[in-house]
């Protein structure tokens, strides 16, 4: 890598679904970006304990703790980190409750992995 380049974003996947999780990882790390994986919402709080990361893809249905927990930690912690939410949920009022600790909310299947890897490019342009 040429030294003059940019140190590749960190993205943190939190997903329980290890499939999802290989593609994600294989798409993003493909568009540059530096990967971590946690598969509930516990693990991906320590995590975020011992490191920052430019952006999260959060799941909201998990064993252990699922999204909402982990945005509510976040917030309690003052943890700003961008979150987009990726979920199969598609009801009105988790949309409204993701959005309220401002996150953006996406349905998995509405979404392609291209789609997703552009989304965090706007995001953190905007950053």
Do not use: C
């Not at 994600?24 to 304990?49: C, E, H, P, R």
């Amino acid at each position: 890598m040429n030294p003059s380049t940019t140190q590749p974003k960190k993205i943190l996947i939190v997903e329980d679904e290890g499939a999802i999780v290989r593609s994600m990882t294989l798409k993003l790390v493909s568009s540059n970006f530096d990967v971590t994986a946690a598969y509930n919402g516990a693990d991906a709080l320590a995590i975020l304990q011992k490191g920052t990361f430019d952006l999260i893809l959060l799941d909201l249905m998990m064993p252990k703790m699922d999204g909402f927990g982990v945005l509510e930690e976040m917030k309690a912690r003052g943890d700003t980190t961008p979150v987009i939410v990726l979920t199969n949920l598609s009801q009105e009022e988790d949309k409204k409750r993701v959005e309220a600790y401002g996150a953006r909310y996406f349905v998995k299947s509405n979404i392609s992995l291209s789609q997703i890897v552009e989304r965090i490019k706007e995001i953190l342009a905007a950053q």
